[in-house]
């Protein structure tokens, strides 16, 4: 992996005066940097060369096209115009010694028809990307010459190329080896429906990457999924250049041009100090993701459920655990109310547990208590009814959140999460939605008293099976070393969609959806205070 620095931070034009902007990103570790190139620009390009020779880094090229330019006209002439200009840039592009020309210069940049692409416009480009795709295998010094990058933009930038997907099929129809997609994470967070599908799709095709943020400001401060991003460019075996980008409205041209109003980082000094060091400590401390034993690849985005995630932030009442009665008296038969559902919700919107007498299996999303009876029926909790049992924490949207395989079940769960979290000796909660092909879901009956261990209510449990159906897993994982206090391992609760069944899990088999998680680093151990309690019989 080699890590670039953009310079439109501070200018699109790298005249002389901004020629220490090459030494300054070899100083913060950077490998190289990325030259603007356009016709209006510095023609100072031998010059940015030495500078860069003597500072040892390497460089990447970037340049667009405007409408007296357009390679999507309908006039032939001003294609070749389109062609003409990128072949200069590409001459200029191999004096650099550039690595990768990239840019969105498929089309006009900011000009808009009032309509979506049209398969002509979209020909049209393809033919002026092939010749310019024909023209740089002649310009650099591997075996496909120079490598172009395609930028695709957000709609209100750029109208023909959107997504991954538009991308990858006009690249389809350019057919060359040398020219392939810059993934943009800034214009993937506004346009794609899911980053996982939208980086697979794009595959082996991307050749290119920027890292900016969803406001186009200090990396980590907005919106962009960064571990899923990273994770899954690991996974498709991504491993050119990441290059910087912010944009600064102290920039003339760029700030008109781009609609930007505001700066979000404090200086350009210190966004391209941070993102270095951003860049540095992500992709040396996030595990790649999604091990093959999960299943394949689904490309659906499941949003029913308000998705939860990892927490960046410190969030005390999402980071903490609250739990009545511990699980070692529980297990030894102690099923007595100790709280009501009115007193729980005070303490989370997420949770599992059991109601008093064991009589249902409690399910919370979504700050909805729901109860699932020993014939599979689900009914919303009163709030006067007790609990003996509970696990609950405030779980609350964030940036965070993973695309689940097919395929996806109990067994396979932990090796998942393990995977893009790191919780193996802390507590943590899960949420999995999506469409499920079956779902063994259990409860016990009703008990009377004495109350019989756990280990002998499991024989009069009653099972049933779901299939092909829509909805939630709520999960708990607790680590080894609170066996006796929490539910050891995993213990997951069901309802589906339409809240008409639930239980609590046996075993589940996942056609598709995604799963969010936080990690849990405080509890609280709420304990009974009756009699029954204090008498009850613990190993």
């Known amino acids: ?32 940097v990325e030259i603007p190139v356009a016709p209006q620009n510095t023609r100072n390009y031998l010059q940015i060369k030495r500078v860069l020779d003597d500072a040892g880094l390497k460089c990447t090229t970037i340049t667009n096209v405007g409408a007296d330019v357009d390679p999507i006209s309908p006039l032939p002439s001003v294609r070749q115009k389109a062609l003409d200009q990128l072949k200069w840039a590409i001459d200029t592009s191999s004096l650099l010694g550039s690595e990768n020309m990239v840019g969105p210069y498929f089309a006009a940049y900011g000009q808009f028809s009032g309509h979506g692409p049209t398969e002509e416009e979209l020909r049209w480009s393809a033919e002026v990307m092939k010749g310019a795709a024909q023209y740089a295998r002649l310009a650099g010094p591997g075996p496909d010459g120079l490598q172009l990058s395609l930028e695709f933009l957000n709609r209100f930038e ?27 994470t800034h214009h993937a967070h506004h346009e794609e429906n899911c980053i996982q599908t939208a980086i697979r799709d794009g595959g082996s095709k991307i050749s290119y990457v920027h890292f900016s943020e969803s406001q186009r400001g200090t990396l980590g401060s907005g919106l962009v999924d960064w571990n899923t991003t990273i994770n899954t460019l690991r996974e498709i075996g991504y491993n050119g250049w990441v290059t910087v980008e912010a944009f600064n409205k102290n920039v003339p041209g760029l700030a008109s041009a781009a609609h930007v109003w505001r700066n979000c980082f404090e200086s350009p000094e210190q966004f391209t100090a941070d993102s270095i060091k951003f860049l540095k400590q992500r992709f040396n401390g996030i595990k790649p993701d999604y091990p093959q034993a999960v299943g394949a690849a689904h490309s659906k985005k499941v949003e029913p459920v308000r998705p939860g995630v990892i927490c960046d932030k410190d969030s005390s009442s999402q980071n903490r655990l609250w739990q009545i009665t511990p699980s070692m008296a529980y297990r030894s038969g102690f099923y007595d109310g100790v709280m009501t559902i009115r007193d729980a919700r005070q303490h989370g919107n997420f949770g599992v547990g059991q109601f008093a007498a064991l009589d249902g299996e409690l399910i919370v999303v979504d700050g909805s208590f729901y109860r699932a009876k020993s014939d599979g029926a689900v009914t919303v909790a009163d709030d006067n009814d007790e609990l003996c049992f509970t696990q609950l924490c405030f779980y609350e949207p964030g940036r965070t ?44 009956p009703l008990l009377k008293k004495p109350y019989p261990r756990i280990d002998k209510v499991g ?44 239980g609590h899990v046996e075993s589940f088999s996942l056609t598709g959806g995604c799963i969010d998680a936080v990690r849990i680093n405080e509890m609280t151990l709420r304990l009974p205070t009756s009699k029954e309690y204090d008498d009850c019989k613990l190993p």
Not at 159 to 173: A, H, I
């Open 459 to 502: 024989p009069m449990r009653k099972s049933y099976t779901f299939e092909d159906l829509e909805g939630t897993i709520v999960g708990y994982y607790s680590p080894v070393f609170a066996q006796d206090v929490g539910v050891p391992g995993y213990h997951l609760h069901f309802i589906s969609d339409d809240k008409q069944h639930g």
């Open 158 to 184: 750029i109208y023909l190329l959107n997504t991954t997907g538009s991308t990858v099929e006009l690249l389809n129809g350019v057919d060359e080896p040398n020219i392939g997609i810059l993934y943009d």
């Open 1 to 32: 992996m080699k890590f670039g620095m953009n310079v439109y931070v501070w200018t699109t034009d790298l005249s002389d005066q901004y020629l220490y902007l090459i030494d300054r990103a070899k100083s913060l570790g950077y490998d190289g």
């Open 401 to 444: 959140r993973w695309e689940a395989r097919s395929g996806l079940s109990r067994e396979t769960l932990r090796t998942f999460l393990e995977h893009v979290l790191t919780f193996g000796n802390s507590f943590c909660a899960f949420r999995i939605h999506g469409k499920f092909a079956s779902v063994v879901a259990s409860a016990p």
